[in-house]
């Protein structure tokens, strides 16, 4: 995830055993109807696999197979926690101890649910911070505008190497795990990154800033534009990667709409691309922005997945 991650970094805590790293939410509830476009996704196969046999406990590793096994054995792409219960109980009521799937389905209820989180609660605190701590110095000027212009540009990069570099890395470790998590996990389910990853990154950035300040002669005023601008680019972030992982509808060929298809074909038809999140464009910019019938489906570590369409 990014602040980055696109649900989760290495500076977030270590993982529960069995709990793939992340945490547990408390959402709505509500049933829902998968769309057409939905229900090609999951498909449906000729015959229905038998359920794996019980175990009497599942280990995180035990999950992440029975998660990998069912798209195998199925065929079919994973969006709903009802599609486990269908296939292996025991297994949807494991990843229901860890995850939160009863997703919004408005907007209203997206909004209190997402506002109830820490997460946006320490960001909002924190912009609002920024803001009051800016004004005391006096009022915005035209360098301002050219500092936010420059930390959003730096976000939407920063995002897509994050993404791509780190989360999905070729190489093992932690952060690229806790991701790896957030993608076995069926697509929708209520995804924020915790709350001390995001007190840790935002304190770390105001600190570089804070040192600029003191160490460096860099005005004040513009290091607080520098810390705020980022603090709502990781607003931004975290309210679109979370709504993106809602049935809220959207109105087609809007931005919410463009955003959530285009993290959707990430998570769906090939993890090697469509990276970016606040500006989708931005894969354009690095090869990673096809379409999609131009790439194969594939999950998996790099290797795999975009040595497959070369």
Not at 25 to 38: D, H, N, W
Not at 176 to 186: D, N
Not at 286 to 293: D, R, V
Request: charged share 15%; with cysteine.
């Amino acid at each position: 995830m990014l602040l980055f991650a696109a649900s989760s970094l290495a500076l977030s805590p270590p993982p529960v055993p069995g709990t793939l790293g992340l945490p547990k939410l408390g959402g709505l509830s509500g049933v829902v109807v998968p769309t057409a476009e939905e229900q090609d996704w999951m498909g449906e196969p000729d015959v229905v696999p038998a359920a794996f046999e019980a175990a009497p406990a599942l280990s995180e590793e035990e999950v992440a197979v029975r998660l990998r096994g069912f798209r195998t054995a199925t065929n079919r792409q994973l969006l709903d926690i009802a599609q486990l219960d269908d296939y292996d109980d025991e297994l949807a009521a494991t990843i229901r101890q860890t995850a939160d799937f009863a997703v919004p389905t408005t907007m209203p209820e997206a909004v209190i649910t997402f506002f109830s989180q820490g997460t946006p609660q320490f960001i909002v605190a924190m912009l609002l911070a920024c803001t009051a701590g800016r004004l005391s110095l006096g009022a915005p000027t035209p360098s301002d505008a050219l500092v936010a212009v420059a930390v959003f540009a730096f976000w939407c990069v920063q995002e897509w190497w994050i993404h791509d570099k780190l989360l999905h890395s070729e190489d093992e470790w932690f952060g690229e795990q806790v991701h790896g998590g957030h993608h076995l996990l069926p697509y929708y389910h209520v995804s924020l990154d915790g709350v001390g990853l995001a007190a840790a990154w935002f304190s770390a950035v105001a600190a570089i800033a804070a040192a600029a300040a003191a160490f460096l002669s860099v005005p004040l005023a513009p290091c607080l534009t520098a810390v705020g601008a980022y603090t709502l680019c990781g607003g931004l972030y975290e309210g679109s990667h979370f709504l993106a992982h809602t049935r809220v509808p959207m109105r087609r060929g809007g931005l919410l709409s463009k955003m959530r298809r285009h993290h959707m074909m990430h998570h769906i038809h090939n993890d090697g691309y469509w990276l970016a999140f606040i500006i989708p464009e931005i894969d354009r910019l690095f090869g990673t922005g096809p379409k999609p019938a131009d790439v194969p489906r594939a999950t998996g570590r790099r290797p795999d997945r975009r040595a497959a369409s070369l």
